[in-house]
């Protein structure tokens, strides 16, 4: 079965220091792996993805992520967090028919700036 | 503008009552989903569509009911078989059958009292 694992449930960082938010993965085959973000009460926004070809990703708003095969991971990360990054953030991984197309998503993981 | 829609944002109702919520998107995707959002628990998939016509269960899908009439609505149903409906609800579609990125609608908070 697939399933995501997002080790952090809170992260706290200062503002204009580095992120990075782990994500690791469980399946069979070549994964499709996505990051969203959560604002308080709202949908969720696509952050970026990963179906094939270079390993390293480029998003929205600055963020980028790394898969690594040998690791199972797709770790989310940006070089310096504005007070407005604050949010939840999910990572989710599909691509099998066999699951019906479905994409599983890990718990989610907090992330709080300070000033 | 393109985009998926959900009413209302608040929905509060009586235990026992069913209640229905809205999905409408207008982006031409051929399927559609519905989360449910509890805290600490991520995203749990209730149901999905991936054509008119046609829909199958989610991890979670005792309690729920949907349909899928027209291309662009895919409402949910929460019934009053469904033991704890308090939670955050999300409606998602995806352009294709494959896997594709799914875009989230504002998501409708239930609050059954």
């Known amino acids: 079965a697939q399933s995501v694992t997002q080790p952090d449930i809170h992260i706290t960082v200062s503002e204009g220091a580095s992120l990075e938010l782990r994500c690791n993965y469980s399946?069979?085959?070549?994964?499709?792996l996505f990051w969203y973000v959560q604002s308080p009460g709202q949908g969720l926004q696509l952050l970026l993805k990963?179906?094939?070809?270079?390993?390293l990703v480029q998003g929205i708003k600055g963020f980028e992520a790394e898969f690594k095969r040998s690791q199972s991971s797709f770790n989310l990360r940006k070089p310096s967090v504005h007070w407005s990054d604050a949010a939840e953030y999910f990572c989710a991984v599909g691509g099998s028919m066999e699951y019906g197309n479905k994409l599983v998503f890990g718990a989610g993981t907090i992330l709080r700036v300070k000033s | 503008d393109g985009g998926i829609t959900q009413s209302p944002k608040y929905l509060f109702r009586k235990e026992g009552q069913n209640v229905t919520l809205s999905c409408e998107q207008n982006l031409n995707h051929d399927a559609m989903y519905w989360y449910r959002q509890d805290p600490g628990q991520g995203l749990r998939l209730i149901y999905y569509s991936q054509i008119v016509n046609d829909f199958q269960k989610g991890d979670i899908a005792e309690g729920y009911s949907v349909s899928r009439e027209k291309k662009e609505s895919f409402p949910l149903t929460v019934t009053s078989a469904q033991k704890n409906p308090t939670a955050f609800y999300l409606c998602?579609?995806?352009?294709?059958?494959?896997?594709?990125?799914?875009?989230f609608g504002p998501g409708t908070r239930l609050t059954v009292t």
């Open positions: 990963y179906f094939s070809g270079d390993t």
């Open positions: 998602a579609s995806s352009s294709g059958t494959g896997i594709y990125e799914q875009y």
């Open positions: 399946y069979g085959a070549t994964p499709y």
